[in-house]
């Protein structure tokens, strides 16, 4: 069948996959140019991670009038944030108005998990494949399915065995889950258990945090928003994002240019303590461009947050476990906090090393370490997610070759751009691994992948081309310019998800090049370059 007719037998011109923060914007941004496109999101209502994500202190740890859409003046004016970091209810309506506002909904369709997606040389077209068995066809496929949306259990025995109620931090449950009076165990320390633990903490009868590697963590100091600040925050929103334009990671914080051997120690600490004090992610890219490049100057920081961590938990020994020894300071994500080392100074709540005392088995009534078995009425896994990767993985997609895109990138990610991969035509990875917005403030950076990959579909059929895809030459030289970014920081030095590594995924305990680290500014001139050479890198057809 020609191209034309079998143009004729599509179900949609272009299939979004995902509702969450990129899929609704890169919704927007196609209706708006006329596109016949249809949205499919697993989850039974739009908001992505903010729908998921429902456990008790989730929220946002970039300003929340940072992370809020900056493409509708009039949705800046109306919206009013209630704190400087949303929780998740709050982040949840937001972008439900959105879609509602924009008249979104009725492009999207619920309950539609993706199992499989193939392309079609022949139609020059992908064929889905629903979970319900259902199939649909499209010319053009773009993913908006999230970098932390894959969420895993621990590797242990027994895991099924717990005869109480457990549940992963990422399904928590849409009806109340009752945990006053009762003996909670949560598995993990991790950003998302940082802001679950004190929370539980108040209300559990008793609470055993188990720990293999602590986190470096540091205030968030939320606060409500007064009607000041929500006027001068509305009457400067320009500013607000030029300012996340000028930044590598998309926040209102920059990093301070000045050499530290150059600062005197006075100094420097005072300045330390202004960034302790400073809400929101100031203590991690507000620094020393040196502390997160050169290793002295990241000991020293790193001591200086240690001594913090020493000060608000009144056990020395507890204290001392809560203490990173095995990376510096910001080389991992850094989780932000209310209140978690206070934590620890209740009676109530009970820390295990895992490194002292190792998990056994998790038995019908708890779980088993070396030492002794603790008995539980619940159990929250807080254990993380096949980071970046792990989302695609989990949808089986074939291209031109036959090669599925699991196989392709068994030994790490290879793309260009990080929105695009060779020997699969017409796919678009928007926050896929390797761009700029797994590493950014991630509204910030979607909605410059969004614009950009919606810049490109607009040429593409005003030039009337139905076939494009990223050459193996543009992948290599870009997969080439991101090992390169490794380089220019401390990150490879810590395994995190940053990193590739995953204890609890098999083939996941080696560098694996997800994320780019050059920065948005430098991100963005790349794009903008690639688009002005006419998409160099891609060929069209």
Not at 14 to 30: E, K, T
Not at 312 to 322: G, H, I, T
Request: hydrophobic share 40%; aromatic share 12%.
């Amino acid at each position: 069948m020609a191209v034309a007719e079998q143009q004729d037998t599509l179900d949609h011109e272009i299939i979004v996959i995902g509702a969450g923060v990129s899929g609704i914007y890169q919704l927007y941004r196609l209706l708006e140019m006329g596109v016949d496109v249809q949205v499919l999101e697993a989850g039974a209502a739009p908001g992505g991670t903010w729908f998921w994500n429902r456990y008790p202190g989730a929220r946002f740890d970039s300003e929340s009038w940072t992370y809020g859409y900056s493409f509708s003046k009039a949705l800046l004016q109306e919206w009013s944030w209630s704190e400087h970091f949303a929780g998740q209810p709050e982040t949840l309506s937001y972008l439900n108005h959105v879609v509602d506002r924009f008249d979104l909904r009725r492009h999207m369709r619920f309950d539609a998990k993706v199992r499989a997606a193939r392309f079609e040389e022949d139609g020059r077209l992908w064929r889905l494949e629903l979970e319900s068995g259902e199939e649909l066809t499209c010319r053009f496929l773009v993913t908006a399915i999230g970098m932390l949306s894959a969420p895993v259990l621990p590797r242990i025995e027994g895991v099924e065995d717990f005869k109480g109620t457990a549940f992963h931090t990422y399904h928590w449950p849409a009806e109340k889950v009752e945990l006053a009076g009762k003996r909670v165990g949560v598995l993990g320390t991790g950003a998302t258990a940082v802001q679950l633990i004190p929370l539980v903490a108040e209300v559990a009868e008793s609470l055993t945090v188990f720990q293999r590697r602590p986190n470096w963590c540091a205030p968030l100091l939320n606060a409500r928003i007064t009607d000041e600040e929500q006027a001068r925050i509305k009457a400067t929103y320009d500013e607000i994002f030029a300012r996340c334009r000028e930044t590598p990671g998309g926040f209102v914080h920059a990093p301070d240019r000045r050499r530290f051997d150059e600062v005197p120690e006075d100094v420097r600490l005072a300045f330390w303590e202004e960034l302790y004090a400073t809400p929101g992610f100031a203590v991690w890219v507000g620094n020393f461009v040196d502390v997160l490049v050169d290793a002295r100057a990241n000991a020293e920081y790193t001591a200086f947050i240690a001594d913090k961590i020493r000060a608000r938990v009144n056990d020395s020994e507890v204290a001392e476990k809560l203490i990173p020894k095995d990376h510096g300071f910001g080389t991992r994500r850094v989780p932000l906090e209310t209140n978690y080392y206070e934590a620890y100074n209740r009676d109530n709540v009970h820390l295990v090393d895992l490194n002292q005392t190792p998990i056994k088995r998790v038995t019908a009534k708890g779980i088993q370490t070396s030492a002794r078995e603790h008995e539980f009425d619940v159990i929250i896994w807080a254990t993380g997610f096949d980071a970046i990767t792990g989302a695609f993985d989990r949808i089986e997609f074939t291209g031109s070759d036959g090669q599925t895109l699991r196989e392709k990138w068994h030994d790490g990610p290879v793309t260009y751009l990080g929105l695009a991969a060779s020997g699969f035509p017409n796919l678009l990875t928007i926050s896929g691994p390797q761009s700029g917005s797994v590493a950014t403030n991630f509204p910030r950076g979607i909605e410059e992948a969004v614009d950009w990959a919606s810049a490109l579909i607009h040429h593409l059929r005003s030039h009337g081309h139905t076939r494009i895809e990223a050459t193996a030459e543009a992948e290599q030289s870009w997969l080439d310019h991101v090992k390169e970014t490794y380089g220019w920081s401390l990150l490879p030095t810590a395994k995190s998800w940053f990193t590739g590594y995953n204890a609890n995924i098999d083939g996941h305990d080696r560098l694996r090049h997800l994320i780019y680290n050059g920065g948005a500014p430098r991100y963005r001139k790349r794009l903008n370059a690639v688009a002005d050479q006419d998409y160099v890198g891609f060929a069209m057809d």
